[in-house]
């Protein structure tokens, strides 16, 4: 079943189910860029969709912002 593949590879990637139908999954998953161009090449062949990448993101920790 590719809904379970899906979520093994997702599991193995340390990808988070954002959001979960009858039919789809949304993922999220974070880290190199390498990481997740293979997670996206393993997710192709079972019905990947669509992918959203936002590229490299800063937040700062603490009670000072980013200047």
Avoid: C, H, W
Wanted: proline letters at 4%.
């Amino acid at each position: 079943d590719n809904r379970v593949e899906a979520l093994q590879l997702a599991e193995a990637f340390r990808a988070k189910v954002i959001d979960a139908t009858t039919e789809s999954f949304i993922f999220e998953i974070t880290g190199a860029p390498r990481k997740i161009d293979d997670f996206v090449a393993l997710m192709l062949p079972i019905g990947l969709v669509e992918v959203s990448r936002t590229g490299v993101a800063a937040i700062s920790r603490g009670p000072e912002g980013i200047r």
